[in-house]
């Protein structure tokens, strides 16, 4: 609640401060947080992407700024709105509620989603909230199941004993109240398919712990929810993604944080994720060689772009990454079922926990 | 458990049928129903997209039919497999499971997920039983909130009980028992935004309802679910599509089917599935005029071809699909938060279903 009232007196005290300038005579203006690559790095002791702290000055009279200033005002607006009603609209919705023609003009506040999209970016950097407590939802996307009891909106909630579904995630995880946690580590994995082949095999009651899926890469909603369970009860997220470089950027994601959303890399970010697999030396160990689907260009000039990131520096993953390259193909986590309809459940995953075998 | 031993049991009497014209001399013969469109139709009797009668001999001994002959037999041995351990994979694991290299030979049974993919296809018509009681699963994706208690896999899930996320729809919902059914009505939603919107405005209470959303075209799994709902206990299907060929297309997919699982109709289709919105002329009754989107080419090319859809071809929907030639634009549903936050929950669809506003 605290923090909800704060994202609203945020918001207020913005007002508050153009107020007075227009009060004062003043050009009325906003200091925007620069969300350029100039002004994003990668911070080796948090080991997190974060923004710089350069800033832009946003003014109302100055044909250049008007336009964005009144946008980002009007999220401000119906920012508050939400939060007063207690109510969440997506992305899409907020498009349309801020939508509407400016009276005595023929000019639309917003014309395009880019555009609100854009303005509600800039709330989150000048308010210092994100979109999540200004009550402006991502996508929802993902299913959860494990030893944890959770409390939200008033019910009580066992993932345990969901049947073979799970809990829906939802795209805002906020509010929930963790009320009992048995688990001793999250398993993350990018494809739904894996994740209900885990369940079956009941993995979470076996190995006490959680699982968790999206869909390719990981929603916002899901990312919250790995974080707020690893660091309130200090659990390590184990993550499964197909061996590409796609895989390892999600897990690089997850841990790291990303370029365009460096800004929230404090709320996103998991340090505790560790990459299970897929890896390169399970390709050999795992007898998946013939199983490799041979990389085009655009994966390996991804692997190459891999390479160069601050956050793959480590010798560790420059000798996976390079292993990745002399293999010349992907391979996916499904391909373990070549082993095995329960391979994956019963010997892979044990075995790679078991032995601490994963990349950090 | 009786359509699961009809599934394993047929698949069986396939193989014995097999065995018996190998023991007798013959060249080994399955009849594979033909997938054309040349035999498939819309029944106006069953309002069903239904699959004819014709169907096509496919020989061991036969350098065209073999390779395929063999793929649909490794399908119908893995199906077994997974039948007999109570497991299941979905079409990507299966694909691995299936593609191993032929003993004394250089040749893999499936090179591509194409092949197995269509393997399983031929085995269903064969064996008479759809994918997911040969225990090969579909994509998983959908979420549902609402006043029914189920039973599924010993646990027992009330719907309205799940705070904002709701019961993640498992792929396969086969085995669910349904224990408590309080409600008069569903909503399927096209898109998890306005699913979140209507479950935070607790519209399934408020309406004595079920909600459920999948994201674009509806899963097999959520299809089924909303089929068996609204089959065993006479429940009306409402649905709300974006105002666009698109939308009306995912329509008319729930109700009558489509041509692509024309096989799977009986086991798939709403009869009871009625056209909620968002309709041409919700847009001018409901002020969104202003939110028509112009179509592409291509929305108006669709739209023409559903207007020759037999199953589109009743005055009403030649009416309607007219009416939205001449709008020229499509609506989102996302449009109507630009009446208000709450203005779908609590205006736009109580509305509509008092008024029995809806197209059929």
Request: include cysteine; glycine fraction near 6%; hydrophobic fraction near 40%.
């Amino acid at each position: 609640m605290s923090e909800k009232n704060s994202a609203k007196s945020n918001i207020e005290k913005m007002g508050h401060g153009l107020l007075k300038e227009i009060r004062e005579g003043k050009n009325p203006s906003v200091d925007v947080p620069i969300r350029a690559l100039s002004n994003i790095k990668f911070n080796p002791t948090t080991r997190m992407i974060e923004m710089g702290l350069n800033k832009a000055k946003r003014f109302f009279f100055n044909v250049a700024h008007v336009r964005s200033f009144v946008q980002t005002m009007e999220a401000a607006a119906t920012a508050r709105e939400l939060i007063e009603m207690d109510k969440h609209l997506s992305l899409r919705q907020v498009f349309y509620r801020m939508k509407r023609t400016i009276p005595g003009t023929e000019m639309n506040i917003v014309d395009e989603q880019e555009e609100s999209n854009k303005a509600i970016e800039d709330l989150e950097l000048i308010v210092d909230s994100p979109r999540e407590k200004l009550h402006i939802n991502a996508n929802k996307n993902g299913s959860v199941a494990g030893k944890v009891i959770i409390e939200d909106h008033g019910d009580t909630i066992d993932w345990s004993k969901l049947g073979s579904g799970g809990w829906s995630i939802p795209s805002n995880v906020e509010d929930i109240k963790f009320k009992k946690v048995n688990a001793k580590f999250i398993i993350y994995m990018e494809k739904a398919a894996e994740w209900e082949s885990m369940h079956e095999h009941r993995v979470w009651e076996k190995q006490d712990c959680v699982i968790m899926a999206s869909q390719g890469q990981a929603t916002r909603g899901v990312r919250r929810l790995l974080q707020r369970l690893s660091l309130e009860f200090n659990l390590p997220v184990y993550i499964l993604v197909d061996g590409d470089p796609w895989g390892m950027y999600i897990y690089s994601v997850l841990k790291y944080g990303s370029i365009s959303l460096a800004h929230m890399s404090e709320s996103l970010t998991i340090p505790n994720a560790k990459m299970l697999g897929m890896t390169a030396d399970d390709v050999t160990k795992y007898n998946l060689k013939r199983h490799i689907i041979k990389f085009k260009d655009i994966d390996k000039s991804r692997l190459k772009q891999l390479k160069g990131y601050d956050w793959f520096k480590s010798k560790e993953w420059q000798t996976e990454l390079g292993k990745w390259e002399k293999l010349g193909g992907k391979v996916e986590l499904a391909a373990l079922t070549a082993n095995g309809i329960s391979f994956m459940a019963e010997k892979y995953l044990p075995d790679k926990i078991k032995n601490k075998d994963w990349l950090d």
